[in-house]
């Protein structure tokens, strides 16, 4: 499973039926999960910790140090989940001591050729970033959201759980959970109904979020106080309460 003419350092440490593909190079303090593919010329540099069940594709560069001007080789490490796939080109650095020392990817999320995650990211689990897509250091990106292809996200951004980016959108300021969004800078389009309807919610749950959407959006309301209307309705629609967390924890303001 181990190809020749990859170099694999003494202390990696590698799981069963792990595959690693010609010219391929791992470094030291670097654990890999169990049924993991590394196709060819695929660069993983520690300390790393990778699950089960990942892919990663030609030239990927993974936990290789970050970009930081302030970085100066402190031992940040990068953890990575179970079942993801990073296609051609991908590029995914360590975190800094500046934040938590550690940048970190969940489970079952798509990386296609050349996105970039930044230092100290977060990105949570069923996430797809399509094509070029740009995290920049700090950014916090939760399930389920969709990053269309060349979308960029400026450093400390959130973005909430069911996010739809389009194509190019300059993210500035943190987007909600469940919104759609696109433009530079970005600007909200209503909420992912298409993509909420896919991950079964109901048709209620979803006349729940609208509502909650026009309370953000169409009211003039200051956001302290549509927050506090949603926490009205919440009680009764748990759904709301993944709005109204993404909504409390912004601390770049919203996208308007």
Known sequence: MIHPTAIIDPSAKLA???????WSYIGPDVEIGEDTQIESHVVIKGPTRIGK??????????????????????????????????????????????????????SHNL??????????????????????????????????????????VHQFCQIGAHVMCGAGTVVLKDIPAYVMASGNSATPHGINSEGLKRR????????????????IYRQGLTLDEAIARLKQSSQAEPALNVLIDSLEGSERGIIR
Do not use: W
């Open 200 to 215: 079964g919610f109901g048709s209620e749950t979803l006349a729940e979020i609208r509502r909650a959407y026009k309370v």
């Open 111 to 152: 990386f296609m050729a050349y996105v970039h995650v930044a230092h100290d990211c977060r990105v949570g689990n069923h996430v797809i970033l399509a094509n070029n897509a740009a995290l920049a250091g700090h950014v916090s990106v939760q399930d389920y959201a969709i990053l269309g292809g060349f979308t960029a």
């Open 53 to 106: 069940g990942n892919r990663f594709f030609q030239f990927a560069s993974i936990g290789e140090e970050c970009q930081d001007k302030k970085y100066r080789g402190e031992p940040t490490r990068l953890e990575i989940g179970d079942f993801n796939v990073f296609r051609e080109g991908c590029t995914v650095h360590r975190g800094t001591i500046q934040d938590q020392g550690l940048t970190l990817i969940g």
């Open 16 to 22: 069963v039926n792990v595959k690693v593909g010609p």
